[in-house]
């Protein structure tokens, strides 16, 4: 796949982010708010930290870059963050933050340089 295809299919998740958002979670991420409820329960934090992964995992696929699939995963939970107080400005934010990434590093820029 080109990667303006990698650039759409990462940026579209954004897009679904802020749907997702609008509609389940205007005040903020639930599995987040969920850890600062109950900060000592071991099932809602196993449970979130695989849920976390599958998110970071999913990133890499859709993005074919493993190698930003951390950074992608700042971005996803920083815009959940902020989705309360910016709303859309939140997503647009972070597609503007995702496409200076994928511009500013090549899979040969970034060879070294660790996450």
């Not at 998740?13 to 850890?35: I, T």
């Not at 695989?50 to 993005?63: E, G, P, R, T, Y």
């Not at 699939?69 to 933050?97: D, R, W």
Request: glycine fraction near 6%.
């Amino acid at each position: 796949m080109r990667t303006a295809k990698w650039l759409d299919a990462t940026l579209s998740a954004f897009d679904f982010l802020g749907s997702w958002m609008k509609e389940h979670a205007p005040k903020g991420c639930l599995s987040v708010n969920a850890l600062a409820a109950f900060p000592d329960n071991t099932e809602i934090n196993s449970t979130v930290e695989k849920h976390k992964q599958q998110v970071i995992d999913s990133l890499a696929k859709l993005s074919g870059r493993d190698d930003l699939s951390n950074a992608l995963f700042v971005l996803h939970e920083g815009t959940t963050t902020a989705y309360p107080i910016l709303g859309e400005s939140a997503i647009t934010a972070a597609k503007v933050a995702v496409t200076t990434l994928f511009s500013t590093h090549s899979k040969s820029h970034i060879k070294g340089i660790q996450q």
